[in-house]
């Protein structure tokens, strides 16, 4: 591995940082919310997702009025900033501070640019329900591993905006999903799904069609290490059998998706052409076993 490689992708080990991607994970569903309360709606839930910048994740296209704005995770200088159509500005300094702290300045900064919105306190795709006005507890903010996590989003958003240009058929943005915490891009072949029994709406909408995506998450508590994923939705019989890139990644029965854990690929030679040969050979896997038309990939 070069030295630029290991810059791009550093370390990034569940246990060290647990404290504070819980943290960090409650900060951005604030304002993700804020964003779905505040942006047209759009299918699969497009209009709720926050997005990779050289600085950190951001919140655009949100409206009250005829005041548009965006909110931006700067984990460079380690602040939220708040910008408006009307040229103002405010920011909310990112430091240890409980949750109900962050939520509290957060909803008076938007006050304070002449911004109301009322969200559901309440986390979602989260194993601690506490609303955030409350949550005293996820108080954590480790610098140095908030970089290392901007730097892997960098690396990762540029892998899969090369993957998704390969596709002609509707495919999503590469976008950061704040409920589950993780950075996806996912290919459409145009046909409906037969709707999943006893779904939820969040789950309904997001699967209303065939997909199959591809992502990176960092970790969580019920598989306490970061990794690239890959699946099919519908389930494709057989999918679990085919053989897949690199030779390291390989399908997880338990999660019911391909895996190439993060630190396998961040050992490999070259860690981007090695998570882009994951996207595409689980792509091209599903897509021939799911008879998808071989048009759509160009």
């Known amino acids: 591995m070069n030295s630029t490689e290991s810059e791009v992708w550093p370390a990034l080990p569940f246990a060290e940082w647990e ?3 819980d943290t960090l994970h409650m900060w951005t569903q604030i304002v993700g919310k804020t964003r779905m309360a505040l942006s047209p709606p759009q299918n699969h839930w497009w209009h709720v997702t926050l997005y990779v910048t050289p600085r950190g994740l951001i919140a655009p296209g949100m409206c009250f009025g005829d005041i548009a704005f965006e909110a931006e995770f700067d984990f460079v200088s380690h602040e939220l900033v708040l910008s408006t ?7 909310v ?7 109900a702290d962050f939520y509290v300045e957060y909803m008076s900064a938007l006050h304070s640019l002449g911004i109301e ?5 309440k986390p979602q795709e989260f194993d601690d329900t506490t609303p955030f006005d409350e949550d005293r507890h996820h108080a954590s903010y480790d610098r140095e591993y908030v970089e290392r996590f901007r730097r892997i989003l960098i690396g990762a958003d540029l892998v899969f905006r090369r993957f998704r240009a390969g596709f002609t058929g509707k495919c999503s943005p590469v976008h950061f999903f ?16 037969a709707p999943r029994e006893g779904a939820d709406p969040v789950t309904r909408e997001a699967y209303s069609h065939e997909v199959i995506s591809c992502g990176f998450w960092p970790g969580s508590r019920a598989y306490p290490q970061a990794a690239f994923y890959a699946y099919a ?25 391909f895996i190439l854990k993060y630190d396998i690929a961040r050992s490999q030679p070259n860690t981007g052409k090695s998570v882009l040969d994951f996207c595409r050979s689980t792509y091209d896997a ?9 048009s759509l990939l160009r």
């Open 93 to 99: 300094r990112l430091f240890p501070r409980s949750v």
């Open 117 to 121: 919105v009322k969200i559901n306190p």
């Open 178 to 193: 704040w409920g589950s915490f993780d950075l996806a891009v996912t290919r459409f072949n145009g046909k409906q799904a």
């Open 85 to 91: 159509s009307a040229g103002r500005m405010t920011t």
């Open 286 to 294: 599903a897509a021939n076993l799911g008879r998808w038309d071989a």
């Open 233 to 257: 939705a519908p389930v494709i019989p057989d999918l679990d059998k085919q053989k897949i890139l690199p030779e390291a990644a390989g399908w997880d029965a338990q999660l019911g998706e």
């Open 19 to 21: 404290a504070t991607c």
